[in-house]
Structure formats: C-alpha cells, structure tokens
C-alpha cells in the first residue's frame, strides 16, 4: 500500500538533479534525501544575511516512486522542519510539474 504523501516517479527525480546543478540527490537502499539550493538570480535577494538557503526533502523509495514525509530549509536563520501531510500537500505542490 503506497502513502498518502506527496510523490513523484524515481525517473522523473533523477531527470530534474541530472539536468539542474542546484539539485543533488542522495539514496541509501529505500532512503531518498533530494538537496536543492537555490542560486537563480532571483532567489538573490531573498537569501537571508546574503548566505545560501538549503532546502532538503527526505522520501522513501516504494516500487520506483518517491513518497517524501519531511521538508526541511537550513539558513543563516537556522533550521525549520515540516512533516508532509497528504499527496496534495501545499509545500510539495512543485512536484506536480515534474
């Protein structure tokens, strides 16, 4: 039985870290962790005390899809985590473009 999480196909993730260098991806067995960093120049002046932001999304891998549980920002702010809720969950909603 697949989770009620936000979701996206395996090969569909891998296209987007392949394809765009402020995406990295980590995965050990069925553990995903998705790294994404944003260095556009409009997301610039949004970068708090001028420093990089991360945005980490933690899933887990079932039958070639990726069911992510928690979304994390790091900053020069600190860490602020959420847990995910829901396949149509508001923070994940990007995933819907893949």
């Known amino acids: 039985m697949k989770p009620d999480l936000p979701s996206v196909q395996l090969s569909k993730l891998e296209e987007l870290v392949n394809s765009n260098h402020s995406y990295t991806m980590s995965r050990n067995k069925n553990s995903i962790e998705l ?10 002046p949004h970068k708090p005390n001028g420093e990089e932001v991360e945005h980490v999304m933690y899933g887990t891998l079932i039958a070639h899809e990726v069911f992510f549980f928690r979304f994390v920002t790091r900053s020069s702010f600190g860490e602020t985590s959420t847990d995910l809720h829901g396949h149509d969950d508001p923070v994940m909603l990007w995933l819907s473009f893949l």
Do not use: K
Request: avoid cysteine; proline fraction near 20%; charged fraction near 20%.
């Open 35 to 44: 790294h994404f960093t944003p260095d556009f120049p409009e997301a610039i």
